[in-house]
T-cell receptor, first 112, second 111 residues
Framework: GESVGLHLPTLSVQEGDNSIINCAYSNSASDYFIWYKQESGKGPQFIIDIRSNMDKRQGQRVTVLLNKTVKHLSLQIAATQPGDSAVYFCADKGDSSYKLIFGSGTRLLVRP | DAGITQSPRHKVTETGTPVTLRCHQTENHRYMYWYRQDPGHGLRLIHYSYGVKDTDKGEVSDGYSVSRSKTEDFLLTLESATSSQTSVYFC??????????FGPGTRLTVT
């Protein structure tokens, strides 16, 4: 598949360990955030979202944490599996009503 | 998966030729988007649509035009392709609740 980013920061974790992927955003007015997963050769896939009136939201094996004070977002993946290997993007809606601003992404590599 | 298809999935074309990429959705979503994805740049918005015949420019719209004559179809046209437009193009749709769902992508190579 095509490369989605030759110079992406990379996080390498052992299978079974927990992964934490971080993202910083710049617009303090942003009130909605999304995490996407992109596997090689595929389109970005929605994982989980969070609104600014929350600081934590949990899904299946994933948790998103939002720290509005320092404009920081993180995605935690529990018991990381080989199928979690992908590029992960955060996005926020900024000042727009229907556009998203995407981060550059982090590549997650899971070691067997 | 959201009902989004893109065609063609792969295309090789020559510099100076016109190219049209198609995005088709079966979700009846109001908003549709075209992005390009290049190494080192992430996803960049080209154009978007907020309804039939309603479109607006994104951050990298030069050299591209779009049309939306039906809710389900959003066309991206490169009037005269250049090598700098070699990229992977993604279509996305949204009902307006901010989350966007992406198609499988079109890899375009301009030689």
């Amino acid at each position: 598949g095509e490369s989605v980013g030759l110079h992406l920061p990379t996080l390498s974790v052992q299978e079974g360990d927990n992964s934490i992927i971080n993202c910083a955003y710049s617009n303090s007015a942003s009130d909605y955030f999304i995490w996407y997963k992109q596997e090689s050769g595929k389109g970005p896939q929605f994982i989980i979202d969070i609104r600014s009136n929350m600081d934590k939201r949990q899904g299946q094996r994933v948790t998103v944490l939002l720290n509005k004070t320092v404009k920081h977002l993180s995605l935690q993946i529990a018991a990381t599996q080989p199928g979690d290997s992908a590029v992960y993007f955060c996005a926020d809606k900024g000042d727009s009503s229907y556009k998203l601003i995407f981060g550059s992404g982090t590549r997650l590599l899971v070691r067997p | 998966d959201a009902g989004i298809t893109q065609s063609p999935r792969h295309k090789v074309t020559e510099t100076g030729t016109p190219v049209t990429l198609r995005c088709h959705q079966t979700e009846n979503h109001r908003y549709m988007y075209w992005y390009r994805q290049d190494p080192g740049h992430g996803l960049r918005l080209i154009h978007y649509s907020y309804g039939v015949k309603d479109t607006d420019k994104g951050e990298v719209s030069d050299g591209y035009s779009v049309s939306r004559s039906k809710t389900e179809d959003f066309l991206l046209t490169l009037e005269s392709a250049t090598s700098s437009q070699t990229s992977v193009y993604f279509c996305a749709i949204s009902s307006g609740n901010y989350e966007q769902y992406f198609g499988p992508g079109t890899r375009l190579t301009v030689t």
